[in-house]
T-cell receptor, first 121, second 109 residues
Framework: GAGVSQSPRYKVAKRGQDVALRCDPI?????LFWYQQALGQGPEFLTY????????KSGLPSDRFFAERPEGSVSTLKIQRTQQEDSAVYLC???????????????????FGNGTRLTVT | KNEVEQSPQNLTAQEGEFITINCSYS?????LHWLQQHPGGGIVSLFM???GKKKHGRLIATINIQEKHSSLHITASHPRDSAVYIC???????????FGTGTSLTVIP
């Protein structure tokens, strides 16, 4: 597809279950970001990949959260032993350039997926 | 944490009004994005700025690097502009964006 695709769109999990959220970035995009957005809040950074390398995982809230991008394209965010406080929208974004920053010679905006709404009951 | 602050948090305007949303940030950045988020979560990148001003249709974004401030203006607002507008900055160092909490805009016909 032409945009960033995330699946599933909605996920309901019982407390203690493991979940896996998928992100298909735009083909050829180097940077991939995962964000967590609680209701009424702005997105909070979770982790960043440059191709297959996870360069920053400082935003992952606990060791129950794990992300991978083994071939530098599709990424999976896994949450083990889900807790109610994990309920949020999980957003994936990709960018053509490394780091999502600005290169003076061209414009490379972030492209967001529609997110996965996770509800832990 | 409040590295990025937006104002106002909520804004209601009559159709046709000129709208300004402000964003202030606390450290040096390499890029600032204005994003539009519609109900249901879809986010669209409106602008990416590192200096000066950009215009796209009825939208204008400006940034003042010295004052660490950016504004998003909407001219001749329309009900379809109703959305949450989010400012996101990319630090000079590090690999992440910091987002403001957003400005919820409602344009009334």
């Amino acid at each position: 597809g032409a945009g960033v695709s995330q699946s599933p769109r909605y996920k309901v999990a019982k407390r203690g279950q493991d979940v896996a959220l998928r992100c298909d970035p735009i083909s050829g995009h180097v940077s991939l970001f995962w964000y967590q957005q609680a209701l009424g809040q702005g997105p909070e950074f979770l982790t960043y990949f440059q191709n297959e390398a996870q360069l920053d995982k400082s935003g992952l809230p606990s060791d129950r959260f794990f992300a991978e991008r083994p071939e530098g394209s599709v990424s999976t965010l896994k949450i083990q032993r889900t807790q109610q406080e994990d309920s949020a929208v999980y957003l994936c974004a990709s960018s053509l350039v490394p780091g999502g920053g600005f290169a003076s010679s061209y414009n490379s905006p972030l492209h967001f997926g529609n997110g996965t709404r996770l509800t832990v009951t | 944490k409040n590295e990025v602050e937006q104002s106002p948090q909520n804004l209601t305007a009559q159709e046709g009004e000129f709208i300004t949303i402000n964003c202030s940030y606390s450290v040096g950045i390499s890029a600032l994005h204005w994003l539009q988020q519609h109900p249901g979560g879809g986010i669209v990148s409106l602008f990416m700025l590192s200096s000066g001003k950009k215009k796209h249709g009825r939208l204008i974004a400006t940034i003042n690097i010295q004052e660490k401030h950016s504004s998003l203006h909407i001219t001749a607002s329309h009900p379809r502009d109703s959305a949450v507008y989010i400012c996101a900055v990319f630090w000079n160092t590090g690999n992440q964006f910091y987002f403001g909490t957003g400005t919820s805009l409602t344009v009334i016909p």
